[in-house]
């Protein structure tokens, strides 16, 4: 089975920066041809929100308007882990972030978020 687990949010203020880290286990790249990985986030009653993506294969990525170059996503040299550097964040950053990976065009592993606070 495939686990994802998130670590890196915490508060900050505006202007400030984090970096989120998402350990998969489970996930072998190479065997799940096109897949990709990626952060989304969400508010409270509000839907889930895709910020950046990135195939692990190529390494491709794509980024959300609101965060286009401020956030950066990468993977280490095993793609079994993604991080997301986020830079100057606003208070419209504040948000659950999530990791998650898609194959087959659908969006098949969740992890669990982890919080990130811009005040």
């Known amino acids: 089975d495939v686990q994802l687990v998130e670590s890196g949010g915490g508060s900050v203020q505006p202007g400030g920066q984090l970096k989120l880290s998402c350990v998969s286990s489970g996930y072998v790249y190479n065997s799940w041809s096109g897949s990709c990985m990626a952060w989304f986030r969400q508010l409270p009653g509000k839907e889930r929100e895709a910020v950046a993506s990135?195939?692990?294969?190529?390494?491709?990525?794509y980024y959300a308007d609101s965060v286009q170059g401020r956030f950066t996503i990468s993977q280490n040299n095993a793609k079994d882990t993604v991080y997301l550097q986020m830079e100057s964040l606003k208070f419209e950053d504040t948000a659950l972030y999530y990791c998650?990976?898609?194959?087959?065009?659908?969006?098949?592993?969740w992890g669990q978020g982890t919080q990130v606070t811009v005040s």
């Open positions: 998650a990976i898609q194959y087959g065009g659908s969006w098949l592993y």
């Open positions: 990135i195939f692990s294969a190529g390494g491709s990525t």
